[in-house]
């Protein structure tokens, strides 16, 4: 996505490491506006393979720029998550960005 001056806007994210084994999973997520310093609201979840959200890991408002968190392994309950497939999903108002991690245990 563009704006008329050329600039692009967009998200980034990462993590590490993955395969995600235990202790921290540390992520990356970063919004880029239009060149003028803009808050943008935000949400990061984790999604299992099936779709159903596991926990959410931030919502709320940020500035441009790259910005971090962990995640412990557990579900919103606070149990252990299994191995298996699960999706980061990083949004924006009028972006998003999804990545694969998978569990190993």
Known sequence: MSNPDGI????????????YTGGNLQIS??????????????????YD????R???????IHQ???HAT????????GGEVPAGVYYLRFET???????KVIVER
Do not use: Q, Y
């Open 8 to 19: 692009v806007k967009g998200i980034t994210l990462s993590a590490w490491p993955v395969p």
């Open 29 to 46: 997520f970063g919004v880029r506006g239009n060149g003028v310093s803009e808050e943008h609201p935000a949400e990061l979840a984790l």
């Open 49 to 52: 393979a099936d779709g159903r």
């Open 54 to 60: 596991v926990c959410t890991l931030v919502r709320d």
């Open 64 to 66: 441009d720029g790259v």
């Open 70 to 77: 962990t995640w412990n392994g557990a579900s919103a309950d």
């Open 93 to 99: 108002f009028d972006n998003a960005g999804t990545m």
